[in-house]
C-alpha cells in the first residue's frame, strides 16, 4: 500500500468489481483512452481473481485503486500498462471515477505517490501517457507532476469516421 496525506493506493480486490465496472463502461472516460467498447461484469471479475493479469511482469499491465484516506473509498484507479522490461518504460493512465471527486488535488497526489514506485520499485527509468489536445485537466495534472510533452502523434485515434490527435507527455527518472 501506498499512501499521501488523502489518498492511499492499493492493489484491486474482487469487491471492486463493481464500481470498476461502472467506471469502464462509462462513456464519459472512454475518450481519454482508446478503449470505445464496454466491459462485462464477468470479464472485470475475472481479472480481479487472477492475479497474474495484474502482475506487471506477466501480463505488461498493472492497477492500483486510489482511495480516499478519510472514508477509505475508493476513488479511482491508476494504472502502468505496455511495460517494457527491456527499455524500462510504461505508460500510466489515472481515472478518478466520479465527478464530485475531481478536481480536489486527489489525482495529482496520486500520481505523487505513485511515482516514485514507478521508478524506485519497478525500476522504470521512464514513464509516458498521450492525452486528448482538449483534455486540459489532464495536461495540467501530468505537467504539475513534471511530465513533458515531447511531440504529437497526428491521427492517433479513430472515432468512427474520424481521427484525433494525442500529445505525448513524457517523465524522466532523475
Known amino acids: ?23 469502464e463502461n462509462n462513456p464519459e472516460t472512454w475518450v481519454a483512452g482508446d478503449q470505445p467498447q464496454a466491459l462485462s ?3 472485470l471479475e475475472s481479472y480481479l481473481k487472477d492475479r ?6 506477466v501480463s505488461g499491465q498493472q492497477r492500483w485503486m486510489i482511495c480516499a484516506t478519510r472514508s ?11 511495460y517494457r ?16 471527486d475531481r478536481g480536489k488535488g486527489k489525482a495529482s497526489e496520486a500520481l505523487s505517490v505513485f511515482l516514485p ?5 519497478v525500476n522504470l527509468r521512464q514513464v509516458w501517457c ?6 486540459q485537466a489532464s495536461i495540467n495534472l501530468f505537467e504539475s507532476v513534471g511530465f513533458v510533452q515531447q511531440g504529437v502523434f497526428r491521427n492517433w485515434i479513430y472515432r468512427g469516421p474520424d481521427a484525433e490527435d494525442r500529445l ?3 517523465l524522466l527518472r532523475s
Do not use: C
Open 117 to 121: 514506485y514507478a521508478f524506485e520499485v
Open 41 to 43: 461484469l464477468y470479464q
Open 168 to 170: 505525448f507527455y513524457q
Open 52 to 57: 497474474s493479469l495484474n502482475d506487471l511482469t
Open 72 to 82: 477509505r473509498r475508493p476513488i479511482g484507479t491508476i494504472d502502468l500498462f505496455e
Open 85 to 100: 522490461h527491456i527499455h524500462a518504460r510504461a505508460g500510466v493512465g489515472i481515472l478518478i471515477g466520479d465527478h464530485k
Open 130 to 135: 498521450l492525452i486528448a489536445p482538449d483534455n
Open 1 to 23: 500500500m501506498m499512501t499521501g496525506s488523502s489518498v492511499f493506493l492499493r492493489a484491486p480486490e474482487p469487491s471492486d468489481a463493481s464500481l470498476l465496472y461502472t467506471w
